[in-house]
Nanobody, 115 residues
Framework: QGQLVESGGGLVQPGGSLRLSCAASGIIFRVAVMNWYRQSPGKERELVATLSPTGYTNYADPVKGRFNLSRDNAKNTVELQMNSLKPEDTGVYYC?????????WGQGTQVTVSA
């Protein structure tokens, strides 16, 4: 079965940076659409960023210019670089992969932005 494992979450001060990684196994990674979602308490899960196999990226308005999503096909990983973090960025971040007939979710990693 396919599996996604996130890492890199933690506590950071406002204005700081974190880098989240998602390692994929059992997935044809190079043809998968890779997304990051986040969910904060009391709110619905929201799409943060998406990356297509062709390199197309799109970001939610609140993170544009601050977050960058990239993939390394040789390592079967995607990386979400988060800069200039704000308290409202706090939440559980989930990696997501979509194939033509299957989808996969990671277990989530907590990101807390607080002084």
């Amino acid at each position: 079965q396919g599996q996604l494992v996130e890492s890199g979450g933690g506590l950071v001060q406002p204005g700081g940076s974190l880098r989240l990684s998602c390692a994929a196994s059992g997935i044809i990674f190079r043809v998968a659409v890779m997304n990051w979602y986040r969910q904060s308490p009391g709110k619905e899960r929201e799409l943060v960023a998406t990356l297509s196999p062709t390199g197309y990226t799109n970001y939610a308005d609140p993170v544009k210019g601050r977050f960058n999503l990239s993939r390394d096909n040789a390592k079967n990983t995607v990386e979400l670089q988060m800069n200039s973090l704000k308290p409202e960025d706090t939440g559980v971040y989930y990696c997501y992969a979509k194939m033509s007939c299957r989808e996969y979710w990671g277990q989530g990693t907590q990101v807390t932005v607080s002084a």
